[in-house]
DNA sequence: CCACTTGCTGACCGTGGAGTCATCAATTAT
DNA sequence: ATAATTGATGACTCCACGGTCAGCAAGTGG
């Protein structure tokens, strides 16, 4: 019988792998709903660890949220910023594809954590502001203006709410997260908001 | 030194008072941190009598979502049938002003309550969808039927998802429920997509 | 005025979960 | 080898909160 060892000292990786399990355990049943030895659980490790790497639940899950943010913006963003093609070619390929990816994508999860703990975090939304919507919207500002130096856009696209573009991806999350099971062509949905921008502003 | 009573009996009252109390709570704080005590310190009840009339912390949470729902419904819907303005007046008078009243109204509170706790109560979840929104989204539908019968609108508006009209709407809920304070023109917001909408579907 | 009903109170109970810490054992240093 | 270091464990504490219930007093009927 080979001497195995009662578990392995891991310093480095416990950290992301206890986040990794908070996520999922928190995606779940909600921040409030979730225990913490579940988290340790999942994360096949004891509770006391997990209070190791972070000193209360509510390190956890600030943690947790800066994780996923920071994993998924910066591609995101850097996408926009380097395409070649055409304005109108970019909004209905990459660009839809995108939107048409987020409800499903661990930003929804994120989404539905924010508004229902988000009064009891401030601090935590003012992250995710900044980093997540500010930046977000922003990019949508520069594409367009970039539209209007190129001409492919009239110049009072200059005047549109980006806000307009993220309605529909933001209806879907929702839509999603509640009623799972009725059915709404969120493609669809996000396509035809498209097409009605892009009659708008094209030149 | 006049006799006051400790307390009045208002059994025909006490359940209103109590949900009341409830739905202030749970928007302030939501529903796993809020507390029964201070529900009923809101109400100026004891914690016990919560229970005569409420059997348990989730009984209370449901009576406060059905009372929000049903005393804002009825009244709305009945307006859309009974207009005798024409589609577009309609749309961008009672239409537009009901949609800009609704993220400071006690339905952003309770959508904000479903996405947080939705996921564990299931059948509270379908209530609002059958008195809300499936309601809501079908005389969205009739309305425009309606206007392509008149020849208001082009007979393709049969095509339109409904949910392109909720969509800023949601998105204002959310945007107010989580920054406040960062301001966006969310009647600007609606106004839009209704020029946009209205745009398409004109005959 | 008294007897009776019942709306209402608040002290109490049990549970479960956040956070602690004495101790163990894997790893590193000597 | 052996000692020192520290990652990791899990039994334990503490207490907050949902839910109970024996008793109290406001209202009611005779």
Known sequence: ??????????????PREIADAAFEAFAEKGY?????????????????????????????????????????????????????????EFIRGPLLGFMQRMPGSPIAIVVRLLIAEGRRHPDLVDYYYDNVVARGLAAIRDFIERGVERGEFRPAARELQPQLLVAPVM?????????????????????????????????
Chains 1, 2 share one sequence.
């Not at 019988?1 to 416990?14: A, G, L, S, V």
């Not at 390190?59 to 304005?87: H, P, Q, W």
């Open 1 to 14: 019988m080979p001497d195995q060892p009662k578990y392995q000292r891991r310093k480095e990786d416990r």
């Open 32 to 88: 409030a709903a979730t225990r913490i030895d579940d988290v340790a659980k999942r994360a096949g490790v004891s509770k006391g660890l997990t209070y190791l790497y972070y000193k209360t639940k509510e390190d956890l899950f600030k943690a947790v949220v800066r994780n996923v943010v920071v994993r998924r913006i910066d591609s995101l963003i850097g996408d926009v910023e380097s395409t070649e093609l055409s304005s109108e």
């Open 171 to 203: 209806l879907s999350m929702i839509w999603r997260l509640l009623f799972a099971d009725k059915s709404l062509d969120t493609d669809r949905l996000m396509e035809s908001q498209i097409d009605m921008l892009l009659a708008q502003i094209k030149a």
